[in-house]
């Protein structure tokens, strides 16, 4: 089993960066893709950004140029840098870690997930 922890988010005016972490604990080793997804109120859960092992990434078109990803292969965590945050990026962000290396957007193909972190920006 593989465990999930979010932590960095918080309440954050627009136009400020936050930076959020996932930490990976348990059978963490392979070169399994990981990736961010967010929900954010009244609405459906969708896809952030992705990394590979090797550290290819893709985005939401929405987001490409805010919202980069990175990691940590010795700490076993993922980042989710964000820029320029707006009211609309508030939402709950979620980290997931799939079985297989590939980038994917889809919440099917990731079969482990973190509890999410809160991030609320205010205008």
């Known amino acids: 089993q593989v465990q999930l922890q979010e932590s960095g988010g918080g309440l954050v005016q627009a136009g400020s960066s936050l930076r959020l972490s996932c930490a990976a604990s348990?059978?963490?080793?392979?070169?399994?893709?990981r990736g961010w997804f967010r929900q954010a109120p009244g609405k459906e859960r969708e896809f952030v950004a992705a990394?590979?092992?090797?550290?290819?990434?893709n985005y939401a078109d929405s987001l490409k140029g805010r919202f980069t990803i990175s990691k940590d292969t010795a700490k076993n965590t993922v980042y989710l840098h964000m820029i320029s945050l707006r009211p609309e990026d508030t939402a709950v962000y979620y980290c997931?870690?799939?079985?297989?290396?590939?980038?994917?957007?889809?919440?099917?193909?990731?079969?482990?997930w973190g509890q999410g972190t809160q991030v609320t920006v205010s205008s």
């Open positions: 348990g059978r963490v080793y392979g070169t399994n893709a």
């Open positions: 997931a870690r799939r079985t297989v290396g590939g980038l994917s957007s889809r919440q099917s193909e990731y079969s482990y």
């Open positions: 990394i590979t092992f090797l550290g290819a990434t």
